[in-house]
């Protein structure tokens, strides 16, 4: 073992270490993040290396003040990092130049540990007295500071699963009761470089090629959902990757999105689930 404490700046040697992260993509690459929260130090302090820790540098840049509990780079798309800290969880798709919110639905809360998923494009954190939440965070799967200038960037589709609606026949209340269920309904992301004139088209193909389902997409700059059956779609900020779906008149099979604007065509493949217990 190597000491490497005189590399990093002195009002961080004192610190607790909180994580060491190697890079999935690079022997050479590391991270290292350090929390003051024990001596009421609230500046977040997470670190870089590409030379296998000969050198240091700080890529806290402009995260909020708050300690940071764990680092990961997403271990399919090297431009993107995620972060914990004692106040929320946030993303980086420029390796650390900038910092933002990630996801909206989750409450101010200690994100204690994430991971990304392995097969699926979900992002799990463990926080500190509000349980385990998931995201679907299917956006960061291509997205980088190269292809965001793109005029319009069709982003991975989300699959979708049909649920059984009623589990028991037998009262009322157990026949009409539903609740949300995440990850659930097909879902179809892009981000416009800029604001536009120009209509932004979303339509389902069978495996025909026929067209099922089509709707207009939002023609604002920045990111936005469409999901299956809901006209018009949604903004959300950039950085801001939804985890929920509504319920929509998707259908189980095999099936493909295709996303047109301009001259700019995307047809992208997904699946629809079957989860329903029928035997249709």
């Known amino acids: 073992w190597i000491d490497l404490s005189d590399r990093f700046p002195k009002a961080v040697r004192r ?15 590391a991270f290292v993040s350090f929390t003051g929260y024990r001596e009421d130090i609230r500046d977040p302090h997470v670190f870089r290396t590409d030379d296998a820790g000969e050198s240091w540098m700080s890529i806290s840049n402009d995260l909020p003040t708050a300690p940071v509990n ?9 431009n993107v990092l995620l972060v914990g800290t004692e106040s929320h969880a946030y993303v980086s798709i420029d390796d650390g130049a900038h910092w933002n919110v990630l996801g909206h639905g989750l409450p101010q ?39 965001i200038q793109q005029s319009i960037l069709a982003l991975p589709p989300s699959n979708g ?3 059984r609606g009623a589990y ?6 157990a026949r009409q ?18 604001d536009s004139d120009e209509d932004v088209k979303i339509e389902v193909l069978d495996a025909t090629g026929k067209v099922i389902w089509n709707s207009d997409g939002p023609s604002e700059a920045g990111y936005h959902e469409v999901t299956w059956g809901t006209p018009g779609g ?16 998707q259908r189980a099979g095999s099936f493909a999105v295709r996303i047109s604007h301009g001259s700019s065509t995307s047809t992208q493949a997904f699946t629809v689930h079957d989860r329903s217990g029928s035997s249709a």
């Open 15 to 29: 610190l607790w270490v909180s994580r060491v992260e190697a890079s999935p993509h690079s022997a050479k690459t």
């Open 70 to 78: 764990v680092i990961k780079q997403h271990p399919r798309n090297s």
């Open 109 to 147: 809360v200690a994100v204690h540990d994430l991971v990304v998923h392995p097969t699926h494009a979900h992002v799990i954190i463990g926080t500190h007295g509000r349980g385990i939440w998931a995201l679907d965070a299917s956006a960061l799967e291509k997205i980088s500071p190269a292809t």
């Open 161 to 163: 699963v049909v649920l």
């Open 168 to 173: 028991d026949r037998g009262y009322i209340g």
């Open 177 to 194: 009761w539903r609740a949300p269920n995440p990850f659930t309904t097909a879902t179809f992301r892009y981000v416009l470089s800029q």
């Open 234 to 249: 949604r903004r959300g900020r950039f950085g801001g990757f939804s985890g929920f779906g509504r319920r929509s008149g």
